[in-house]
């Protein structure tokens, strides 16, 4: 499959200028449906939103093998790059109670506490506010852990 990256989309039969008539978003993506006002072609494009500096990439005809292998490696990255921000779930429920402590006493901040934990300050974020791990409760003194 090859494919071309252009900011204005030309109609790869004629050479005009084509117009969307249809758009959506799907796993990540833009899907937009073109149509050439020269010859009446319609072809359709893909824009990944998460790099939006690649431009839209021409799709010229796809099987629907072709285009559900396309779909699914999108999928597939997407649920890597969730998995990869919620590392949350890796921490044990003796960290996060240590975790807790550390927040509620204003021993350290958030930033240095999610890098000595090896998770996203995001995650430490989560746990303070008990978004996550809310069953898990904030110990008084450091030793009930």
Same mark, same amino acid.
């Not at 020269?38 to 799709?59: M, P």
């Not at 999108?74 to 919620?86: F, L, V, Y």
């Not at 000595?116 to 008084?140: E, M």
């Given at each position: 499959?090859?494919?071309?990256?252009?900011?204005?989309?030309?109609?790869?039969?004629?050479?005009?200028?084509?117009?969307?008539?249809?758009?959506?978003?799907?796993?990540?993506?833009?899907?937009?449906?073109?149509?050439?006002?020269?010859?009446?072609?319609?072809?359709?494009?893909?824009?990944? @939103?998460?790099?939006?500096?690649?431009?839209?990439?021409?799709?010229?005809?796809?099987?629907?093998?072709?285009?559900?292998?396309?779909?699914?490696?999108?999928?597939?990255? %997407?649920?890597?790059?969730?998995?990869?921000?919620?590392?949350?779930?890796?921490?044990?429920? %003796?960290?996060?109670?240590?975790?807790?402590?550390?927040?509620?006493?204003?021993?350290?901040? %958030?930033?240095?506490?999610?890098?000595?934990?090896?998770?996203?300050? @995001?995650?430490?974020?989560?746990?303070?506010?008990?978004?996550?791990?809310?069953?898990?409760?904030?110990?008084?003194?450091?030793?009930?852990?």
């Amino acid at each position: 499959m090859t494919a071309t990256t252009a900011s204005v989309v030309m109609c790869p039969k004629c050479g005009h200028v084509t117009h969307t008539y249809c758009s959506t978003r799907r796993y990540g993506i833009k899907i937009r449906y073109r149509k050439c006002p020269g010859c009446q072609n319609r072809i359709k494009t893909i824009q990944q @939103l998460d790099n939006l500096e690649a431009g839209e990439k021409i799709v010229p005809v796809m099987t629907p093998k072709e285009q559900g292998k396309y779909l699914a490696d999108i999928r597939a990255k %997407q649920a890597k790059r969730r998995a990869s921000m919620c590392k949350a779930n890796s921490l044990t429920n %003796q960290e996060v109670a240590e975790i807790k402590y550390l927040l509620k006493n204003n021993v350290q901040t %958030q930033a240095y506490t999610a890098m000595q934990y090896g998770v996203d300050t @995001l995650s430490i974020q989560k746990i303070a506010n008990g978004v996550v791990f809310s069953n898990v409760k904030t110990p008084r003194r450091m030793v009930d852990i």
